[in-house]
Structure formats: C-alpha cells, structure tokens
C-alpha cells in the first residue's frame, strides 16, 4: 500500500461549489485580463519596432522638445554623396594656421581658425597642447590623395578596379571631404599621428571643452549608422559655439541636428 505521500490519488479533496454567477464574472474578469495583457504587448511591440525604424528622429525629436530651434536661420553644411562640393569650391578668407607648432601649411576658414586659436590658448593654461596636423584640403589636393591610396594597394597585389574601391572605404573621394569647406581638423599631441589620440589627456579635454569654442568631434563610434563614418576622435568640426552646445547637450551629430533646425524651422538656410 502506498503511503501519505503519494499524491492526488489517496488525499480527498473539497472543492465547494461556485454559483453560476461567481463563475460568470471569474470568466469575464479572466478573458479582461488576458486582452489587457495583449494589448500591453502589443503596444509594446509597436513601440519597439517604431524605436527601430526611426531611431535617428527619436532623437532628434527628444532635443527639438527640450530647446527651440525655430529661431535658428541658417545650419552648418553636410557634405556626403547627396551633397558633394564643386571641384572649383574654395573657401572665402582661409587662414593660416602659423603660430602653432606644425601650423604653417595648415588652414582654416578665418572664423573657424580664430575659434580653434582661442580653443588652444584655453587648453595650454591648462598644461596641455595639440598639434594641427590637416586643416583645408582643396578638390584637387583630395584627388591625388586617393590616387596615392589606390596605387599602393595596386603595389600590394590588387588589380585597379579593387584597389579603387578599397581606396574610397579608406579615404574620402574628392568632393565628399568636409575639410574641402575649411571648418574642419585634425588634431594630435604631435604632427606624426592621430592613432592614440584618444588615449590621451587632450581628448579628455577636448571632449569636455571643445564646444565652448564651436566644435565638435564630427565622427563617433555611436553615430556611424547615421553619419556613415567610423570613429574619428582626433576630427573636429567648427559649426559655431551655439550649434555645438546644443549638440553636444542633445547627444546629436551634425546629420541629426540639421534634420532637427529643418523640422523646426523649414525657411533655415544651409551655409557655405
């Protein structure tokens, strides 16, 4: 014989008897919940997958909620595939660079070249120094430096058709390089490479600082998907002090801020 523990078939069990109108309104509470709960879920799912398909507005609504920017008339240029500049685009009133170590050769358009001078002056006070190491780069210029990128991979073993194509994945194609506008450099903590800069004391103070000046660092590793460039910690881009507060504040990248200036004010103007 089996003992106590065996279960459902030796323990009698009571089961009172519900009225039918108990029953009614358990079901009815039962199947209440159930459709709350898909509902829930649903919702969920929805909100999910719109998060997904339009992640880049997520943000750029979240920040044009936070500050106006209806009042903003004109925007920093994106220069990609869509927008390329014209062979002959020379920026107005380039200047040099020259009073920096490795500045002699180096060249901003003049409002982003006193921004970035004053930008440097803050940062030696606090004991640290950056090099100029690529500031405007004309069509022509760009031109030969992918012609170079191209024959070294042909010298490597590549036929012409790959080395093409793998040259544009390393280097920007003439037309598509902001430093072509004069608002944008390369920096370093010497004039040989930018390959550390991220390791260094002057990235943290240029990640801190650099848009009290008008600047930010133009390409990241988060923004990639929307930018189409990888991380780039030692180029800057001088859009304008306001600009640059907003979108470091808003965690937004060039692309996304000019989307924002758009959707706030449609009558804002691009600049050049």
Known sequence: MAGKGTGKYYAPVYRAKKSPVKVRRARLFKRCA???AAVAIAAVSIMAIQINRNEDDSFVRVA?????????SSYPRV?????PLADDYVPENLMSLGT???????????????????????MSEDGLGIVPVKGYVSYQEQSQ?????????VAEGQSAEEAKKHAEAEVFAPGLDEAQLGTSIDISTDANSVDSFSMTDQYQWICQNAHR?????????A??????VGDKPWHLRYVGREAAEFMVSSHLCLEEYVRAVKGENPKAIEEI
Do not use: H, W
Request: with cysteine.
């Open 34 to 36: 159930v459709i709350a």
């Open 64 to 72: 044009a909620s936070e500050q106006s920017l209806a009042g903003v």
């Open 79 to 83: 220069v990609d595939k869509s927008s």
């Open 100 to 122: 920096l170590p490795n500045g002699d050769n180096v060249f901003l358009r003049a409002d982003a070249a006193e921004a970035f001078l004053e930008m440097c002056a803050a």
């Open 145 to 153: 430096v992918l012609a170079a990128a191209a024959d070294r991979l």
């Open 213 to 221: 000046y008008g600047f930010i660092i133009r390409y990241t590793a």
């Open 223 to 228: 923004k990639k998907k929307v930018t189409g």
